[in-house]
């Protein structure tokens, strides 16, 4: 990994971490990654003295559900694509994320996979730390704003490939669908985070699910069954949904849209009281519109993907009568959770960290302020404003 090798000194920083604020405090960083955690001004002679008076020093976001930013979706898969979209959502604090695929052809697919390949080797800007394998095995009466004719159900010819590149860190299926345990299996083989999403499936299909190693869902009240849901495949008795499945199971972690356009606030506290801090992510689902003016614009491949309006503060589908996932990036959902909820600022940090690193195996390299972790750093005022960015000690904004 390319990195810094000068040291940089923070003094006078309120650091939060996962579980606390520190208050004047100094945070020490060499070789890209964090050296020491303390009090007291001292900083090596050679560090960059950076003084914060009394700013947030957070870990940088880590984004497991993002599609685009600033013009660009990942789906359009040239290395300039990647690039624009990750440096997009670090200037709104993000440090590590997980390109997220959209339904597509094979094709499209494996070139948005070999895009963010490419850019990952060049190791700079943003980490990519892998890729949320999303569309294409969705629902059929689920998809959202995704192009339907780039939906298929799992077919081992079909995702073997994806896997095959070891870039794969997230993998999403529909429970429901003809295929999905296998599916869930080789995701399983790939060490992924295994997630069900874009999907009307019943207590017992995530039942199986989790048997075959399925513990997370995308976008929870989105895309997703409920008890009203299941009643078109099954009239009676009711049906247990995904949303109790996730509610009861202490193992399932869940994420939210904290955008305040799709779920009110009191659904945004239910979720945070229910699940918890370790089991609940703030992710963007952020589109190419990031940072454009209102307009019309494409979700998922520049050419291909299927239309949705931004408003400037959310997605729209062209009739306007569903949402089309979020126009805005993390430091936006951290202001508004820490704004609609009880939880502290540590736990809201933390639900844009800490956990998601956690969920993805990466929590030994980022996710939260400690030695020997990545130097994945923002500087934050007091309104929760972002000021300054480091990705690995390297300043990026
Ligand atoms: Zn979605
Ligand atoms: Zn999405």
Redo the contacts with the bound molecule.
Sequence with gaps: MKSSTHAIGFVNATVVLPDQLIEAATVVCRDGKIASVGQGNDVPEDAKRIDLRGAYLSPGFVDI?V?GGKGADFMDATVEAVATACMAHAEHGTTTLFP?TSTGSPEQIMAMIEACGQYKQLQTGPNVEGIHL?GPYFAEDKLGCHPADGRRDPSPEDFNRYFATGLIRIATCAAELPGSQTFYKAAQRHGCLITCGHSNSTWGEMQSAFKAGMRHV??FWCAMSSIPSLRQRFPAPMQASMAEFVLMHEEMSTEVLADGCHLAPELLEFAFRMKGVGRLCLVT?CNRALDLPPGKYRFGNQASGSWFKSDGKVGWTPDGKSLA?SVVGMDHMVRQMKHSTTATLPEVIRMASLTPAERTGIADQTGSIEPGKRADLLVLNRQLRVKQVFARGERLI
């Design positions: 559900h599609h997220t999303y995308d976008h689902d996932s």
